[in-house]
């Protein structure tokens, strides 16, 4: 999913999706399923099954109709998903990057603000969502964290996909979490680091010049060569299709690699700290 480093990138739940998903959940008691099995039958994780019925997840485009036949052709699951479609504020800029990240040969994050959901480790992301405000029950969390992990097979599973990340130094300073949840995340980062697909470059606090002082930003290719971007604020985010726009965040991405660390001076200032902790 996208990044949403703090809650996600995924969609915010609503009445609508909420209700959609006690509809499969009901559907695939009734069968006689358990969330594995139905997983299996229609090409999902069982870990996905949950996000979709906790409302948590949006479904694809093509999940009501793969759906219909193992749970009994009703039609329930067709006309309720039309009516999803038609919802706004359900982020459709969300939906339509979350469906080019899975194919993406090349996926490039800057991050200022917490570190990228991709690279978060378990005990790290259950402290932003315990810490979520409004707060958030337990339910909600682990639906979260469902989503989260699920999200992140993305860097176990795509190795001819070439990963970026450009993280500020001060992400692992401020020690989020406490101690060992700090020690957790940095080892986290430093073994991730060694996959031949993934670079890491750490942002040096102290820095004359910086070309990312607009915020933070994903950048992807898709297989066809053609590149996107999308940029996340305070429960808002934005798709970038304008080529245009891209190529000017293409270029200040480009600027922030040769500012910041080199890929070893990066993961030999990971490593002190680690020490230091």
């Given at each position: ?38 997983g299996d039958r229609v090409g999902l994780s069982k870990h996905t099954v949950a996000s979709l019925e ?47 990240e899975a194919t993406a040969i090349t996926l490039y994050t800057y991050e200022c603000r917490l570190i ?162």
């Amino acid at each position: 999913m996208v990044d949403g480093a703090g809650t996600g990138g995924e969609p915010e739940s609503s009445d609508s999706l909420r209700t959609f998903g006690a509809v499969v959940q009901a559907l695939r008691e009734h069968a006689g399923l358990s969330r594995e099995e139905f997983g299996d039958r229609v090409g999902l994780s069982k870990h996905t099954v949950a996000s979709l019925e906790l409302g948590r997840r949006m479904p694809d485009p093509t999940f009501a109709d793969r759906s219909e036949p193992v749970l009994g052709n009703t039609g329930a699951l067709q006309k309720a998903a039309r009516h999803l479609a038609r919802q706004p504020g359900l982020a459709a800029w969300f939906r339509r990057w979350a469906r080019l990240e899975a194919t993406a040969i090349t996926l490039y994050t800057y991050e200022c603000r917490l570190i990228p959901g991709l690279l978060q480790t378990e005990a790290y992301a259950r402290t932003l969502f315990t810490n979520q405000l409004p707060p958030l029950d337990d339910e909600q969390i682990e639906a979260q964290w469902v989503a989260r992990a699920e999200r992140q097979r993305l860097l176990r599973e795509r190795p001819n996909t070439a990963f970026g990340f450009i993280l500020e130094e001060h992400l692992f300073r401020r020690r989020t979490g406490g101690l060992e949840v700090t020690r957790g995340l940095v080892d986290h980062v430093l073994e991730i680091s060694e996959a031949r697909n993934v670079e890491i470059q750490i942002m040096p606090t102290e820095q004359d010049t910086h070309a990312g002082l607009d915020g933070p930003m994903q950048l992807l290719e898709t297989p066809e060569n053609k590149w996107f971007a999308y940029c996340e604020g305070q429960e808002s985010g934005q798709f970038i299709a304008d080529s245009k726009v891209v190529s000017m965040l293409q270029m200040r991405y480009a600027r922030m690699r040769s500012q910041a660390l080199t890929l070893k001076d990066s993961m030999s200032l990971l490593q002190r700290m680690r020490g230091d902790l």
